[in-house]
């Protein structure tokens, strides 16, 4: 792994955001590759976990909040749980989310940050998710319709989909929790 | 016994055939299963994507419900056991977290709801010796290979359900119902559910690598006790099948529809009918116990 850092520029890093989001201390990290080994898509990134946790610690600015790992984690904690540091990797994923999201970093492959609103749009609305109605909206917003199309008519035909909208919630509360976070 | 049961939005869509075995089977043992009135969305990992404060919200709402009913909270959907249990440990060890929601929703929440697997239920509360007595029928040599997948066993301080690295609890049930459990090494290994719509290409591989390797262990089926993994392993088959050139017609079944079908409930009330692949193989191995 070769890492490039740019010199002479004034690249404002950071580290200190992410570790403030995420409640870690990423200088703990000596680099034994443990997440990078274990991670299920490190095949399928360009910078596996720990080259991440690297470049932060060398002084990554926003640039890094491009990065692909960003996006195909799947979240499954198998970093956190084999970190001989005790390192939550998986929040530092998130803290790079959140921050990659606020600073309109470069769009990932397959957008979803749009999959994330669609998701909890449906949530504020309805109080619980409407698979339906989430899926038609990411499939519109990256015109990718015909994915999958194959498995809805057997879908439909084994009701393994709820048609109509979920009913039941609290939703009131629901937005309540909502308005707090956006407000915040 | 008695609890509160927090279904998770997917009982009502994708894993119809999780709550209705789960519940069929909780009946046939007495267990009373309480569904907490108004109870939403988890957040699931689009919460916890965007924003923290969302995503201990969310959970502590259904938290508090289940606090109100003086009960422990019994889920069968991984996702939801994680974010659950993962706001009992934010509310627990992060006063500004339990401040926030509690402002919010107008009600402390003090973390202290204990949140269970319905397998954990199954094995701590009902017990295997009780469970034998019950069933009237067995898998008669089935092989199984049991997969956990990620959350339920990960984070180990957080979940505190069985071993991280090689769980046994499901295997222990399969063995009880006279199947054969198998010893094979993808039982924690990602399937990728989170990516299914947005990365299939990087989740054909995954799921691709997990049955791959229960069919060279031998497996008839694939037991699950997650939604999520259900529908990722089971739905992506014919793609998998498509693009990589494999057979695989391997059915995955949940670890209740399996209890269910030792406790002699029929297939509709499983909704065995529901699943893609076909569970005929497993079905023809079921057997009444003499």
């Known amino acids: 792994m070769t890492i490039r850092i740019k010199k002479g520029k004034a ?30 898509v490190s095949g399928h990134t360009k910078s596996p976990p720990s080259e991440i946790i690297r470049r932060l610690q060398l002084g990554a600015g926003d640039e890094i909040l491009s990065s692909d790992i960003i996006w195909i984690c799947s979240s499954c904690e198998t970093c ?49 998710t ?29 009701r393994k989909i709820a048609i109509l909208p979920p009913r039941g919630a609290d939703k009131k509360t629901v937005k309540r929790i909502f308005d707090s976070v956006s407000h915040k | 016994m008695k ?11 994708t894993a119809r055939d999780l709550h209705s075995s789960s519940i069929a089977v909780a009946r046939r043992l007495s267990i009373e299963l309480i569904e907490p009135d108004g109870w939403s969305c988890c957040g699931a990992t689009p919460a916890h994507q965007t924003d923290r404060l969302l995503a201990a919200s969310l959970p502590a709402f259904n938290l508090i419900l289940a606090m109100e009913m ?14 659950l249990k993962m706001t009992n440990h934010e509310v627990v060890n992060h006063t500004e977290i339990r401040k926030q929601i509690g402002a919010t929703i107008g009600r402390d929440y003090d973390g202290s709801v204990n949140v269970r697997h319905f397998i954990e239920i199954l094995l701590e509360d009902v017990g295997i010796d009780f469970l034998q007595d019950k069933f009237t029928h067995s898998l008669s040599g089935l092989k199984v290979a049991c997969y956990y997948g990620c959350l339920l066993v990960r984070p180990q301080e957080i979940t505190q359900f069985d071993n991280p690295e ?57 037991a699950v006790a997650c939604p999520l993994c259900q529908a990722n392993l089971d739905m992506r088959q014919s793609d998998i099948n498509n693009e990589k050139g494999r057979h695989y017609d391997m059915p995955i079944v949940y670890i209740s529809q399996l209890l269910g079908l030792c406790l002699g409930i029929s297939m509709d009330a499983l909704g065995l009918r529901k699943l893609m692949v076909s569970p005929s193989c497993v079905i023809h191995a079921v057997s009444a116990v003499v």
């Not at chain 1, 403030?20 to 680099?31: H, T």
């Not at chain 1, 989430?134 to 498995?151: Q, R, S, W």
């Not at chain 2, 049961?5 to 869509?13: I, K, L, R, T």
């Open chain 1, 80 to 128: 956190f749980a084999r970190c001989p540091m005790g390192i939550d990797m998986a929040s530092v994923m998130d803290a790079l989310r959140v921050l990659a999201v606020k600073r309109q970093a470069a769009k990932p492959k397959g957008d979803i940050p749009l999959f994330n609103r669609a998701f909890l749009k449906t949530v504020n609305m309805f109080g619980r």
């Open chain 1, 11 to 40: 690249v404002k890093n950071i580290i200190s955001a992410v570790e403030e989001l995420a409640g870690v201390d990423l200088s703990e990290c000596y680099q034994c590759k443990k997440c990078s080994c274990g991670c299920p």
């Open chain 2, 3 to 13: 609890y509160a049961y927090y279904p998770g939005c997917s009982a009502e869509s």
């Open chain 2, 70 to 83: 003086g009960l422990d909270m019994v889920v069968n959907c991984a996702e939801c056991f994680s974010r």
């Open chain 2, 166 to 222: 090689n769980p046994v609890s499901m295997d222990r049930l399969i063995n009880v119902m006279g199947g054969e459990s198998l010893d094979w090494p993808h039982k924690v290994e990602c399937c990728g559910a989170g990516l299914a719509l947005t990365r299939t290409d990087v989740v054909v591989h995954l799921a691709d690598s997990i049955i791959g390797m229960a069919k060279d262990a031998g497996a008839d089926c694939i």
């Open chain 1, 130 to 158: 409407y698979d339906l109605v989430m899926i038609a909206a990411y499939k519109m917003g990256t015109l990718t319709f015909m994915n999958d199309m194959d498995k809805f008519p057997s879908m439909l035909k084994k």
